[in-house]
């Protein structure tokens, strides 16, 4: 980026930068340390102060005294005593009455009831509500807003003590009437509402009864009544029926799974031997084996005097099995007693009877002959039946009973558990209905408590409230510092703003760092800012010379501490063979000319053979400072009048020599660009350690740009709270267009203010400089002949 595109790029960013009260954007644009800013105009704002105040204090007596109009009061809240409590509640709900006074409603109320619409100042007002309450304020002096108690203090102020105290009055008799007229409102509205809950819990438990009536009623199973009370006396849930069902049929699969298993084990064992070609005796030992211990439960069996019972009317196998053991036993008891013994005749009743009870069941009886296809073995022959066939034929028969109960039982379950579910879902719904009506029962007897105690206690609801001081009148000393302060706060603010505003746009130089950053250049030093006195001009007069060549006149002030601060900075800047130093500013009145005067003397007291010429043709100024004729000087030698030895003026400081700048011509610019100037330098060089041009400013005449390209650098003057950011950017474009070498900034009039922050507090060590009095100035005439070139890389 080029100096132009920088500048140009720093100059569109400090267009939109507003930075008020300090507040910085990046490091570039304008900003204000408010700290300082403070500090340097505390005097105008004491001043703003002081006349705000007068001010105030003279609308105080313009307008005259207010009043105030105060008086105490105390809201207390009716004490309750708690059912099971001894003591009374003296907390209770938050009571906002200090914003409830305040309200339009109870300012309303003063008006309406309390005669404040018969006052004329406040009934003609143009919103006579706002006018009471922007005069009255309400505070709690005692107590808090759970309290029972309270103490609250009314303050009202007006410029009529009348109508202050009027006012007063008619709100605590409004806030009075506000209260109980609310509290008997309050109690209509909850007896009100008490009862409405109350009707309404009765129709609703009217309703829910007689629709559960109606759910019992519809119902398509038999629910259970009330739980069974166990042995421990423990309530245990009831079973219904269905349930009761269900369980028996799966004990009756149990049972049937049971009995099938051991019929299918049994034939399996036969089918095993007959495949195992057991002989007849074996078979029939085993079948007789089995009946004897594995009969079924459904017929009787051998007790201890050989007698079969009947339990009850058997099924089809279990009517087989008994009559092949009854037939069996018969055979036995024949063949050990006889046909007459009791025993035999017993056992042939039960048989004939089994055999009836086949008729009359229609069933037929198993055929116990003896069979043609089947030999039979001699004990079986002796039983006339073949007793193998005969138990297979039984255990398949009851097998096959026993699959069919099964297949029934199956559909009974499928049915039982099918109700039993429906009875389950009907027995949470009944539940559930009893709840809720159980629930709205107990809401009932709650509300009939309720209503109970209100009846009780209705008369200790609300507040109370009770004036205990009397309406006290007494001149308002918050008007007084309100206007006061106010009007002193406005005058101050007036000031910093007028100040802060001036000081935001004022766009000239104030800080070092403004200096460098506006500039781009490397900072040589700062002079401070001084005046003359009527001493110093008198000295002048003496020396002849000006009084503002305070580094001849006074060398051990802090002045010329800092242009040998300079001094010794340039000399450090300088490189081997440099010489030709040109001093400019951008604008006339920053100081260039006494600067360059000053500096000059400054490096001529250091031991250097100085000339200082004044280039500026126009507005020449060094004869001024010298006190020596203008006339034979620059021009001269431009015009090739004279040689340029014969225009070098002597001066009372030793080492320095001048060359007026001569009458002004009439192109001067024309002049400066003539081969006479380089030509001048060239021989200037060999004669002088350093040669010093005074040129004009930059800005303002081309002049500067001329004389550049002849000179080894230039040293720029800027004046303090001068010179503008502006200038000082335009001087940077112009200088970097034309290549000139710059050495460094010199900044002019520093404010001492700043220079401690800075680092250029000379104050600070006074005790090291000497006044002139201390130690006089060592001048003499300077010879006319010029001294020899002294080198420049010799210390200062």
């Given at each position: 980026?080029?100096?132009?595109?920088?500048?140009?790029?720093?100059?569109?960013?400090?267009?939109?930068d507003?930075?008020?009260?300090?507040?910085?954007?990046?490091?570039?644009?304008?900003?204000?340390?408010?700290?300082?800013?403070?500090?340097?105009?505390?005097?105008?704002?004491?001043?703003?102060?002081?006349f705000?105040?007068?001010?105030?204090?003279?609308?105080?007596?313009?307008?005259?005294?207010?009043?105030?109009?105060?008086?105490?009061?105390?809201?207390?809240?009716?004490?309750?005593?708690p059912?099971?409590?001894?003591?009374?509640?003296?907390?209770g709900?938050?009571?906002?009455h200090?914003?409830?006074?305040?309200?339009?409603?109870?300012?309303?109320r003063?008006?309406?009831?309390?005669?404040?619409?018969e006052?004329?100042?406040?009934?003609?007002?143009?919103?006579?509500?706002?006018?009471?309450?922007?005069?009255?304020?309400?505070?709690?002096?005692?107590?808090q807003?759970?309290?029972?108690d309270?103490?609250?203090?009314?303050?009202?102020t007006?410029?009529?003590?009348?109508?202050?105290?009027?006012?007063?009055?008619?709100?605590?008799e409004?806030?009075?009437?506000?209260?109980?007229?609310?509290?008997?409102e309050?109690?209509?509205?909850?007896?009100?509402?008490?009862?409405?809950?109350?009707?309404?819990?009765?129709?609703?438990?009217?309703?829910?009864?007689?629709?559960?009536q109606?759910?019992?009623?519809?119902?398509?199973?038999?629910?259970?009544?009330?739980?069974?009370?166990?042995?421990?006396?423990?309530?245990?849930?009831?079973?219904?029926?269905?349930?009761?069902?269900?369980?028996?049929?799966?004990?009756?699969?149990?049972e049937?799974?049971?009995k099938?298993?051991?019929?299918?084990?049994?034939?399996?064992?036969?089918?095993?031997?007959?495949?195992?070609?057991?002989?007849?005796?074996?078979?029939?030992?085993?079948?007789?084996?089995?009946?004897?211990t594995?009969?079924?439960?459904?017929?009787?069996?051998?007790?201890?005097?050989?007698?079969?019972?009947?339990?009850?009317?058997?099924?089809?196998?279990s009517?087989?099995?008994?009559l092949?053991?009854?037939?069996l036993?018969e055979?036995?008891?024949?063949?050990?007693?006889?046909?007459?013994?009791?025993q035999?005749?017993?056992?042939?009743?039960?048989?004939?009877?089994?055999?009836?009870?086949?008729?009359?069941?229609?069933?037929?009886?198993?055929?116990?002959?003896?069979?043609?296809?089947?030999?039979l073995?001699?004990?079986?022959?002796?039983?006339?039946?073949?007793?193998?066939?005969?138990?297979?034929?039984?255990?398949?028969?009851?097998?096959?009973?026993?699959?069919?109960?099964?297949?029934?039982?199956?559909?009974?379950?499928?049915?039982?558990?099918?109700?039993?579910?429906?009875?389950?879902?009907?027995?949470?719904?009944?539940?559930?209905?009893?709840?809720?009506?159980?629930?709205?029962?107990?809401?009932?007897?709650?509300?009939?408590?309720?209503?109970?105690?209100?009846?009780?206690?209705?008369e200790?609801?609300?507040?109370?409230?009770?004036?205990?001081?009397?309406?006290?009148?007494?001149?308002?000393?918050?008007?007084?510092?309100?206007l006061?302060?106010?009007?002193?706060?406005?005058?101050?603010?007036?000031?910093?703003?007028?100040?802060?505003?001036?000081?935001?746009?004022?766009?000239t130089?104030?800080?070092?760092?403004?200096v460098?950053?506006?500039?781009?250049?490397?900072?040589?030093?700062?002079?401070?800012?001084?005046?003359?006195?009527?001493?110093?001009?008198?000295?002048?007069?003496?020396?002849?010379?000006?009084?503002?060549?305070?580094?001849?006149?006074?060398?051990?002030?802090?002045?010329?501490?800092?242009?040998?601060?300079?001094?010794?900075?340039?000399f450090?800047?300088?490189?081997?063979?440099?010489?030709?130093?040109?001093?400019?500013?951008?604008e006339?009145?920053d100081?260039?000319?006494?600067?360059?005067?000053?500096?000059?003397?400054?490096?001529?007291?250091?031991?250097?053979?100085?000339?200082l010429?004044?280039?500026?043709?126009?507005?020449?100024?060094?004869?001024?400072?010298?006190?020596?004729?203008?006339?034979?000087?620059?021009?001269?030698?431009?015009?090739?009048?004279i040689?340029?030895?014969?225009a070098v003026?002597?001066?009372?400081?030793?080492?320095?020599?001048?060359?007026?700048?001569?009458?002004?011509?009439?192109?001067?610019?024309?002049?400066?660009?003539?081969?006479?100037l380089?030509?001048?330098?060239?021989?200037?060089?060999?004669?002088?350690?350093?040669?010093?041009?005074?040129?004009?400013?930059?800005?303002?005449?081309?002049?500067?740009?001329?004389?550049?390209?002849?000179?080894?650098?230039?040293?720029?003057?800027?004046?303090?709270?001068?010179?503008?950011?502006?200038?000082?950017?335009?001087?940077?474009?112009?200088?970097?267009?034309?290549?000139?070498?710059?050495?460094?900034?010199?900044?002019?009039?520093f404010?001492?203010?700043?220079a401690?922050?800075?680092?250029?507090?000379?104050?600070?060590?006074?005790?090291?400089?000497?006044?002139?009095?201390?130690?006089?100035?060592k001048?003499?005439?300077?010879?006319?002949?010029?001294?020899?070139?002294i080198?420049?890389?010799?210390?200062?």
């Open positions: 980026m080029t100096p132009n595109d920088h500048s140009n790029h720093r100059s569109s960013e400090a267009e939109f507003f930075a008020p009260f300090g507040f910085h954007k990046n490091n570039s644009g304008r900003s204000i340390d408010i700290a300082r800013f403070l500090m340097s105009v505390w005097k105008p704002l004491a001043m703003g102060l002081c705000g105040l007068l001010l105030g204090v003279g609308v105080y007596l313009m307008m005259g005294p207010v009043y105030s109009a105060t008086t105490q009061v105390l809201v207390s809240k009716k004490a309750t005593v059912a099971g409590n001894t003591e009374a509640n003296r907390y709900d938050r009571g906002d200090v914003q409830l006074i305040k309200t339009d409603l109870i300012v309303e003063a008006f309406k009831d309390h005669g404040l619409n006052i004329p100042e406040l009934a003609k007002a143009y919103d006579p509500l706002k006018e009471v309450t922007e005069g009255l304020s309400v505070s709690r002096s005692a107590g807003e759970s309290s029972f309270n103490v609250l203090a009314i303050t009202y007006h410029p009529d003590k009348r109508i202050a105290r009027a006012v007063v009055q008619a709100m605590v409004a806030y009075r009437d506000y209260l109980e007229d609310t509290r008997d309050n109690a209509r509205q909850l007896y009100r509402s008490l009862i409405e809950r109350q009707k309404a819990l009765d129709e609703t438990i009217k309703q829910e009864e007689a629709d559960y109606k759910f019992r009623n519809d119902a398509p199973v038999f629910l259970k009544a009330s739980p069974v009370v166990s042995i421990n006396g423990m309530p245990a849930p009831a079973q219904n029926q269905y349930e009761v069902e269900l369980a028996s049929i799966e004990t009756a699969q149990n049937n799974l049971r099938r298993s051991s019929i299918q084990a049994r034939l399996a064992t036969l089918d095993r031997k007959i495949k195992e070609n057991a002989s007849r005796e074996v078979l029939e030992f085993w079948v007789i084996h089995s009946l004897s594995g009969t079924s439960g459904s017929g009787g069996g051998t007790g201890a005097g050989g007698g079969v019972a009947i339990a009850g009317p058997p099924e089809k196998a009517l087989d099995q008994q092949l053991t009854a037939r036993l055979q036995r008891l024949l063949h050990t007693l006889g046909e007459d013994h009791t035999v005749r017993n056992v042939r009743r039960q048989i004939s009877t089994l055999l009836d009870f086949y008729t009359r069941q229609g069933l037929r009886a198993p055929d116990l002959e003896q069979n043609a296809q089947n030999p073995s001699p004990r079986s022959a002796s039983l006339g039946m073949d007793i193998v066939t005969v138990y297979r034929e039984t255990l398949e028969g009851q097998l096959k009973e026993l699959e069919v109960d099964n297949e029934n039982l199956k559909l009974l379950h499928q049915d039982a558990q099918k109700k039993a579910k429906q009875a389950e879902m009907f027995e949470v719904e009944d539940q559930r209905r009893k709840d809720d009506i159980a629930q709205k029962k107990t809401q009932r007897e709650r509300l009939f408590d309720q209503i109970a105690e209100y009846d009780i206690s209705r200790q609801e609300g507040y109370r409230l009770q004036q205990i001081s009397q309406v006290r009148l007494e001149r308002s000393l918050k008007q007084v510092i309100k006061v302060g106010s009007c002193g706060f406005l005058g101050m603010a007036i000031v910093f703003c007028l100040a802060y505003f001036r000081e935001w746009y004022d766009t130089l104030k800080t070092l760092d403004e460098r950053e506006f500039t781009g250049a490397h900072l040589m030093g700062a002079v401070p800012a001084f005046t003359s006195s009527p001493d110093a001009n008198r000295l002048a007069e003496q020396r002849g010379l000006a009084a503002s060549l305070c580094y001849y006149h006074r060398p051990g002030s802090r002045e010329a501490e800092a242009f040998r601060s300079i001094r010794t900075t340039l450090v800047s300088m490189q081997p063979g440099q010489k030709v130093i040109q001093v400019s500013s951008p006339p009145g100081g260039k000319s006494t600067t360059a005067a000053n500096l000059a003397i400054a490096l001529a007291q250091s031991g250097k053979n100085v000339l010429v004044d280039c500026d043709l126009r507005r020449p100024t060094q004869h001024l400072l010298f006190k020596t004729e203008q006339e034979v000087g620059l021009t001269d030698v431009l015009m090739k009048e040689e340029w030895q014969n003026r002597p001066t009372p400081v030793e080492g320095l020599s001048i060359i007026t700048a001569g009458l002004c011509p009439e192109n001067p610019a024309e002049l400066l660009s003539t081969a006479s380089p030509k001048f330098l060239k021989q200037a060089r060999e004669d002088y350690d350093i040669i010093i041009l005074d040129s004009p400013p930059v800005l303002a005449v081309s002049d500067p740009c001329i004389l550049s390209p002849h000179t080894d650098g230039m040293l720029v003057v800027l004046r303090m709270k001068k010179t503008k950011r502006a200038a000082a950017e335009r001087l940077q474009e112009t200088l970097a267009s034309h290549g000139v070498n710059v050495f460094g900034i010199i900044a002019n009039d404010n001492s203010a700043n401690a922050e800075a680092g250029y507090d000379y104050d600070a060590y006074g005790s090291y400089y000497t006044s002139p009095d201390q130690q006089p100035s001048s003499k005439p300077a010879a006319t002949t010029p001294r020899p070139p080198n420049m890389a010799g210390s200062p």
